[in-house]
């Protein structure tokens, strides 16, 4: 069965404490992982497209790194601004999109 | 400048009742989508079109209608509302369907059945 699954569902950090956030997939003819943004009460926000094992994509304190099996988002020195939702999806057959339920990160100044 | 916009944002309605919401995006992309959020907040896609044709129609109840006037505009109607379609609703577009085209979504729809 395709499915997404992201871990953990919370995580709390102090500002500058730097994490990872996972997401591991088993959906079949993958085309693209990508990860979200989502803040209370809007839309998911579009951050990174990976497409195959090995690439690695950054953006400002954001690094998105991708296996065969899994995703990582990595937040180095993390600001409360960056408190939000994180989600990950995966298009696979069919051009499908899964989602996982997300990681609902929270950054105490 | 919004690129993908739904009304109403919040739709409040009895057991019953027939409603519609509305999608547009002036990104000029070919594919658009909608999408279910639960309590959970999991995401699930309901239904895509490209260039107005339906594409994906996955597994839900038949009281669900989408339409797309153009390939700009997709609308969804709902009949006979029930307490479990109480969920937000998102409407997204991409530039294609195919392989890797990210998707930007509008800001939802919040819809109350009581």
């Known amino acids: 069965e395709d499915q997404v699954t992201q871990s953990p569902e919370a995580l709390r950090l102090q500002e500058g404490e730097s994490s990872s956030l996972n997401c591991s997939y088993t959906v079949s003819g993958l085309r693209g992982l990508f990860w979200y943004r989502q803040d209370p009460g809007k839309g998911p926000e579009f951050l990174f497209t990976l497409y195959s094992a090995g690439e690695e994509k950054e953006k400002e304190r954001l690094k998105a790194t991708l296996t065969k099996k899994e995703s990582f988002l990595h937040i180095t020195a993390p600001k409360p601004e960056d408190s939000a939702t994180y989600l990950c999806a995966v298009q696979g057959d069919f051009n499908k999109f899964y989602f996982g339920s997300g990681t609902k990160l929270n950054v105490k100044p | 400048d919004t690129a993908v916009s739904q009304t109403p944002k919040y739709l409040v309605t009895q057991m019953g009742n027939d409603k519609s919401i509305k999608c547009e995006q002036n990104l000029g992309h070919d594919t658009m989508y909608w999408y279910k959020q639960d309590s959970k907040k999991f995401l699930k896609i309901m239904f895509s079109?490209?260039?107005?044709?339906?594409?994906i129609n996955e597994t839900v109840p038949n009281r669900f209608s989408p339409k797309s006037p153009d390939k700009a505009h997709l609308n969804l109607h709902i009949n006979s509302l029930e307490l479990g379609d109480s969920a937000v609703y998102f409407c997204?577009?991409?530039?294609?369907?195919?392989?890797?085209?990210?998707?930007?979504f509008g800001p939802g729809t919040r819809l109350t059945v009581t």
């Open positions: 997204a577009s991409s530039q294609k369907p195919g392989w890797g085209y990210e998707q930007y």
């Open positions: 079109y490209n260039n107005k044709e339906l594409i």
